[in-house]
């Protein structure tokens, strides 16, 4: 593998986050003083502070709340007398055992296997970059790209629940209310996103430049 | 735009010369393969466009029914903001608040900014306080989920179609074409061409 220039934090630079303007760092710039892009005004960092502890902090927070948003309901419909329950997994049940079974796999991805997936790929992230791994970067920072794009679709379920919400209420004839299952799996969905946010890729191209001192 | 222009990656912190992008194509860090800058003709022009279809659309979709749900000959009907006020009234206030920020807010913000930094532009004038608010144009980019709003309707629909009639409203459509128009214009926006009309002292 051919060997890459040092990275620009290691030329003392700092590309702005927001308008990319590269700026001069300041002699010995360790994240203390506080220096704004020029152009945009956006505070510059070398890194993203305090990366790694942030993200952790922000994935187990998702991981517990995972629980109750898959074990409580997220809504209950009743419907002339009869009241139903719906987990997200019985909401998927549902679909499946009537026929609607591209649905029902939309839904079990969205909800299910995104959240669970995007804390998965974070996690493992993190472990490799506290463990200076050196082990197929590019690829990596794939997984990482992955997690952005990937988060918001698992909004859907939030969505469903308002539109029933709104669309049915009709007194005794049928109604459909929205539970605390629903309000966890909201913050799941946030605090991911959030976490997506606070993780900073560059730090695992870092480990590589590391063993070159 | 400068041919010379250096930069360093996002995502890889790589420095590097941004080289101009192939018409139609884009160019890529040459480490980890993330995307720098996409050619985009007539940038400014095509988003512009884009955002005040956008914004009338928006409009549209906000103001007339998009579903109307009938049971046993009776009928409701509901609007995107509905939705949120049945929530709030269920004492999900966290949801409704959650729902209203990426459906209303988000977008609506989106919108108006957008046309905030573009027309002055247009008429060959720099906006006030052009780099602040482009730069919250950018933050709130995550947070704007009208195409996910979109599928939670086609999955209600699907949903309920076994149980009552559902009736398609004009804010249907609308919402369908706001979609389309809201990814096009993101998909025309070039930022480096904003981000030149800042004046600065470097
Ligand atoms: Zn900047
Ligand atoms: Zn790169």
């Given at each position: 593998?051919?060997?890459?220039?040092?990275?620009?934090?290691?030329?003392?630079?700092?590309?702005?986050?927001?308008?990319?303007?590269?700026?001069?760092?300041?002699?010995?710039?360790?994240?203390?003083?506080?220096?704004?892009?020029?152009?945009?005004?956006?505070?510059?960092?070398?890194?993203?502070?305090?990366?790694?502890?942030?993200?952790?902090?922000?994935?187990?927070?998702?991981?517990?709340?995972?629980?109750?948003?898959?074990?409580?309901?997220?809504?209950?419909?009743?419907?002339?007398?009869?009241?139903?329950?719906?987990?997200?997994?019985?909401?998927?049940?549902?679909?499946?055992?009537?026929?609607?079974?591209?649905?029902?796999?939309?839904?079990?991805?969205?909800?299910?296997?995104?959240?669970?997936?995007?804390?998965?790929?974070?996690?493992?992230?993190?472990?490799?970059?506290?463990?200076?791994?050196?082990?197929?970067?590019?690829?990596?920072?794939?997984?990482?790209?992955?997690?952005?794009?990937?988060?918001?679709?698992?909004?859907?379920?939030?969505y469903v629940v308002t539109i029933l919400v709104a669309l049915v209420h009709l007194g005794?004839l049928a109604t459909i209310?929205a539970?605390?299952?629903?309000?966890?799996?909201?913050?799941?969905?946030?605090?991911?996103?959030?976490?997506?946010?606070?993780?900073?890729?560059?730090?695992?191209?870092?480990?590589?430049?590391?063993?070159?001192? | 735009?400068?041919?010379?222009?250096?930069?360093?990656?996002?995502?890889?912190?790589?420095?590097?010369?941004?080289?101009?992008?192939?018409?139609?194509?884009?160019?890529?860090?040459?480490?980890?393969?993330?995307?720098?800058?996409?050619?985009?003709?007539?940038?400014?022009?095509?988003?512009?466009?884009?955002?005040?279809?956008g914004l009338i659309l928006f409009i549209i979709a906000n103001t007339f029914p998009f579903l109307a749900f009938e049971m046993q000959g009776q009928i409701t009907e509901t609007q995107l903001f509905t939705g949120v006020t049945d929530l709030y009234h269920q004492?999900?206030?966290?949801?409704a608040?959650?729902v209203l920020?990426t459906t209303i807010?988000?977008p609506a913000?989106?919108?108006?900014?957008?046309?905030?930094?573009?027309?002055?532009?247009?008429?060959?004038?720099?906006?006030?306080?052009?780099?602040?608010?482009?730069?919250?144009?950018?933050?709130?980019?995550?947070?704007?989920?009208m195409?996910?709003f979109m599928l939670g309707i086609l999955v209600s629909v699907v949903k309920l179609a076994?149980m009552a009639t559902i009736v398609p409203g004009l804010a249907l459509w609308a919402f369908g074409l706001l979609i389309?128009?809201?990814?096009?214009?993101?998909?025309?926006?070039?930022?480096?061409?904003?981000?030149?009309?800042?004046?600065?002292?470097?």
């Amino acid at each position: 593998m051919k060997p890459w220039p040092p990275s620009a934090v290691r030329q003392s630079l700092i590309g702005c986050p927001s308008c990319e303007l590269l700026c001069k760092a300041p002699a010995r710039f360790d994240g203390q003083i506080r220096m704004r892009c020029p152009r945009c005004g956006a505070v510059l960092h070398t890194r993203k502070p305090n990366s790694l502890a942030r993200t952790w902090a922000l994935v187990i927070a998702a991981l517990i709340f995972y629980i109750p948003a898959n074990m409580l309901p997220i809504m209950t419909v009743t419907s002339l007398g009869k009241t139903q329950s719906d987990t997200i997994l019985s909401g998927a049940a549902y679909l499946l055992l009537h026929g609607m079974w591209p649905l029902a796999l939309l839904i079990f991805f969205a909800s299910v296997v995104v959240p669970l997936l995007k804390l998965v790929i974070l996690i493992y992230l993190l472990i490799s970059v506290q463990l200076h791994s050196r082990w197929r970067p590019r690829d990596r920072t794939r997984l990482y790209r992955i997690t952005e794009a990937i988060g918001r679709w698992s909004m859907v379920d939030i969505y469903v629940v308002t539109i029933l919400v709104a669309l049915v209420h009709l007194g005794n004839l049928a109604t459909i209310r929205a539970e605390t299952g629903a309000v966890f799996f909201g913050a799941v969905v946030v605090i991911t996103i959030f976490a997506a946010l606070t993780f900073d890729p560059r730090l695992i191209w870092d480990s590589l430049e590391k063993n070159h001192e | 735009m400068n041919q010379q222009t250096r930069i360093t990656c996002h995502e890889c912190d790589l420095l590097q010369q941004l080289k101009p992008p192939p018409p139609g194509g884009c160019t890529r860090c040459p480490r980890c393969g993330a995307v720098l800058h996409r050619s985009k003709r007539n940038s400014l022009n095509r988003t512009l466009a884009l955002s005040l279809a956008g914004l009338i659309l928006f409009i549209i979709a906000n103001t007339f029914p998009f579903l109307a749900f009938e049971m046993q000959g009776q009928i409701t009907e509901t609007q995107l903001f509905t939705g949120v006020t049945d929530l709030y009234h269920q004492g999900m206030w966290g949801l409704a608040a959650l729902v209203l920020f990426t459906t209303i807010i988000v977008p609506a913000v989106q919108l108006t900014l957008m046309l905030y930094v573009l027309v002055p532009i247009k008429l060959g004038r720099t906006p006030g306080h052009l780099a602040g608010v482009f730069r919250l144009l950018q933050t709130l980019t995550p947070w704007g989920m009208m195409e996910v709003f979109m599928l939670g309707i086609l999955v209600s629909v699907v949903k309920l179609a076994g149980m009552a009639t559902i009736v398609p409203g004009l804010a249907l459509w609308a919402f369908g074409l706001l979609i389309f128009v809201l990814a096009a214009a993101a998909a025309a926006l070039d930022p480096h061409r904003v981000w030149e009309k800042v004046r600065y002292a470097p």
